[in-house]
Each structure stands twice: as C-alpha cells, then as structure tokens.
C-alpha cells in the first residue's frame, strides 16, 4: 500500500493543444512528470481512471470514482479532475468515510510554461498529508477549501469560498 494514491480522471491539467486551430486533446496525465520534477520522496500509487473534461462526465463516472476512493486502502486521496464540475464530484464523494481527499484541477493545462497546475498538485498533495482528520477538500488558486464551501467563478476564473 502507498502512502498516497494519486487518481486522474483528465481536465485542463492534462489537456494537449496542437495549434491555435485545433482541438484539445486530453493526453497521458503529467502527474508522474510533475512529482519526479519536484523530487517528490513520498511513496504514490498513481492510477489514471479515466481522460475527460471535467463537462463530460457523468453520474456513472462519479460513481467510478467514489467505488475505487471507497475500495483504495489508501487513506489519503488526491484526485485531478476538470475544474468545471470538480465541486459536483466532491459533492458525490463527500461521504465516504475515513479518507483524507483532495481534488484539483488546472486553469492552463500543465503542458504550459505559465499553469498552476504543479502549483495546485503540490497543495492537494500537502493537505492530505496535513488534514488532521478525514474529509474533503478543493485546492485550488493558492487556498485549500472545504469542497462544500467553494465554487468556481467563471467570470474572475478563479475558486472562491461561498
């Protein structure tokens, strides 16, 4: 068992642009990259579930996602997820008991020089290590959220605490 196990599901954080014309692609999650490039010593266990923006998931998907949280022996739990609908997801594992989650997501895919994305993994990555008892948070813009307290702002395209 790892100390913590690392669940991608796609978003911006993973997506792949071509050229200004093309659409994005979502590709092979960058976490891997993200934590050998920071030196990460922690022991992971990364499992990719699924490569879809965050628009397009579904009921059955959050489901997915809640029967491996529940069924992980790891209790400490970072999840990459699109930003659109990360609180909807939250929402729909916010009951499972005994686990120290995390999700975030990116506003510029990790692929770019300018993205937040090694940013806002480093703070997923330090509250499930730090959460001093189980629960749910959003890491995000440089804060950590309880999920239940936290929506994104389309208009500043940034999370804010509601």
Do not use: C
């Amino acid at each position: 068992m790892a100390d913590i196990l690392i669940l991608t599901t796609g978003g911006t954080i993973d997506k792949l642009y071509f050229d200004a014309l093309s659409e994005y692609q979502i590709g092979d999650s960058v976490v891997a990259r993200l934590l050998a490039v920071a030196r990460s010593a922690a022991d992971v266990r990364v499992v990719e579930l699924m490569r879809k923006d965050s628009l397009e998931l579904t009921d059955a998907d959050r489901a997915l996602i809640a029967d491996v949280v529940r069924a992980a022996p790891e209790e400490r739990i970072v999840i990459t997820h699109g930003t659109d609908t990360m609180t909807q997801t939250a929402a729909a594992l916010k009951d499972i008991p005994g686990k120290r989650i995390a999700l975030l997501g990116a506003l510029a895919p990790a692929r770019f020089a300018e993205s937040d994305a090694a940013f806002n993994l480093g703070m997923a990555f330090a509250t499930v290590q730090v959460a001093p008892a189980p629960g749910m948070w959003i890491a995000m813009n440089g804060t950590v959220f309880p999920a239940d307290r936290v929506r994104k702002d389309r208009e500043r395209n940034s999370f804010v605490a509601v």
